[in-house]
């Protein structure tokens, strides 16, 4: 079965660092988006992206995150300036269009900011 | 936005035990898939289900979106199946939609 793979799966960095989360999304998917998930808590969205621009961003999506999808293949989110509170499960995900909506998460990158 | 509310918070059963998840969400949806949050943190994909019953092994789920709730059922319960249980729902009718988690259901099986 087709998988989204992220990559590192566990990123340790010291606050006001940038980081890049990189993600593979599944080949024939269009729509590509980014969850989080601090400890303990819900999954929220991040930002959705589709032909090669944003669609939608939630208002944790602020001027320190950025999305790109460079060459095709990969799909990543960038944190410019990371802060202590950036520390979470990051997840990727993808999907097809219609008929089918479902969505393929990817396992996640735990973000540690010390 | 839309609210999705999950139950029970908790659950503890033994092995061999059946279980009964709800997924309760405040207006009509396009979407819905059923995730299990394992130990490492990834979330597993175990149903999309917007709509009628579906199964896979010991999983199953139904859900009746005239009514605004999905049941997700385990039945004899293994220890493999401890985890967080979300429901997800999304709304849009284009494919950009978002999806709106749950709280989710922590599920714990004692041997």
Redesign the interface.
């Known amino acids: 079965e087709p998988e989204v793979t992220q990559t590192p799966s566990h990123q340790v960095t010291q606050m006001g660092q940038e980081v890049i989360l990189r993600c593979v999304p599944i080949s024939n998917h ?2 590509f ?1 980014w ?1 989080r ?1 601090i400890l303990g808590q ?4 991040l930002v ?1 992206f ?1 032909n090669n621009e944003i ?2 961003k ?1 208002e944790i999506f602020d001027d320190q995150f950025s999305v790109e999808r460079p060459d095709g293949s990969n799909f990543t989110l960038k944190i410019r300036s990371t802060k202590l509170e950036d520390s979470a ?1 990051y ?1 990727c995900a993808s ?1 097809t ?2 008929p ?6 990817g ?2 990158t ?1 973000l540690t900011v010390v | 936005g839309i609210q999705v509310e999950q139950s029970p918070p908790d659950l503890i059963l033994q092995e061999g035990a059946n279980s009964t998840l709800r997924c309760n969400f405040s207006d009509s949806v ?2 819905l ?1 059923w ?1 299990h949050q394992n130990p ?4 597993i ?1 175990l149903f ?1 289900i ?1 709509s009628g019953t579906k199964q896979n092994g010991r999983l199953s789920a139904t859900t009746v979106a005239t009514e605004r709730y999905s049941l997700l059922y385990i039945s004899s319960s293994q220890t493999t199946d401890s985890g967080v249980y ?1 429901c ?1 729902v ?1 709304i849009s009718n284009f ?10 259901t922590r599920l714990t099986i004692i041997p």
């Open positions: 269009l729509y988006y969850y998930q819900k999954v929220e969205f959705s589709y669609s939608e939630s499960m997840f999907r269009g219609p089918n909506y479902g969505y393929t998460f396992s996640g735990r | 396009n979407n898939q995730f490492w943190g990834q979330l994909n999309y917007p979300f997800a999304g494919g950009n939609e978002k999806l709106t988690f749950g709280t989710g």
